[in-house]
């Protein structure tokens, strides 16, 4: 199936441990993002790569990482976690330069105890 | 001022009727324009996008936009249950590449 696709689908872990976010996408594009929704379900971008190269970083604090190692894979590692980061991460990807929509993974749903 | 808002809701309509969501941009040079529909605890999936001034029409829903007074439209004709979701409302400017949401309005219809 073509898709994007994220790992794992639930996370739960305490407070200062430090864990990581998979994606790959076989959907061809060369864009990948990660969003943070929150509980009032608002998707805030937090990182977009291009082509594994670093586009947007929007103010996230540096606890989270993003690693690129193709252009096909976004991965997500968070240090030292605190409460507030319990939220649900996507995971998108879509192709640069058209003015296309972006599709998404499933989701992870972080829970920091 | 927010990039992108829309009413929170929720929105409630019985079924049959006409959904109307609304949203609402800052950025004038925004050029795409996207409805998404996230059911709960799924992620967010694309229903629409519109790029150019006036309404475009599939099957049920038919967005609206006029660029002028920066304004998205949605709505959904003879509203079915399975329509109950959140709506995300999303905005791109001409060669960015950030799609920025808004809060989403969540609807249900109502049996």
């Known amino acids: 199936d073509t898709a994007v696709s994220q790992t794992p689908k639930y996370l739960v872990t305490q407070m200062g441990n430090d864990k990581s976010i998979k994606c790959e996408q076989n959907?061809?594009?060369?864009?990948m993002y990660w969003y943070k929704q929150d509980s009032k379900k608002f998707l805030k971008i937090m990182f977009s790569?291009?082509?594994?190269?670093?586009?947007i970083n929007e103010t996230v604090p540096n606890r989270f990482s993003p690693k690129s190692p193709d252009k096909a894979h976004l991965n997500l590692h968070i240090n030292s976690l605190e409460l507030g980061d319990s939220a649900v991460y996507f995971c998108?990807?879509?192709?640069?330069?058209?003015?296309?929509?972006?599709?998404f993974g499933q989701g992870t749903r972080l829970t920091v105890v | 001022q927010k990039e992108v808002e829309q009413n929170s809701g929720p929105l409630s309509v019985p079924e049959g009727a006409i959904a109307s969501l609304n949203c609402t941009y800052s950025?004038?040079?925004?050029?795409?324009f996207f409805w998404y529909r996230q059911y709960s605890g799924k992620s967010p999936e694309l229903i629409m996008s519109?790029?150019?001034?006036g309404d475009k029409e599939d099957g049920r829903f038919t967005a609206q936009l006029n660029k002028a007074s920066q304004y998205v439209s949605l709505l959904i004709r003879d509203s079915q249950p399975s329509d109950s979701a959140t709506y995300l409302c999303?905005?791109?400017?001409?060669?960015?590449?950030?799609?920025?949401f808004g809060q989403g309005t969540r609807l249900t219809i109502n049996p």
């Open positions: 998108a990807s879509r192709t640069q330069g058209a003015d296309t929509e972006a599709f």
């Open positions: 959907l061809g594009h060369d864009t």
């Open positions: 790569y291009n082509n594994k190269e670093l586009i």
């Open positions: 950025d004038r040079g925004s050029q795409s």
């Open positions: 519109i790029y150019s001034n």
């Open positions: 999303a905005v791109k400017r001409q060669g960015a590449q950030k799609l920025v």
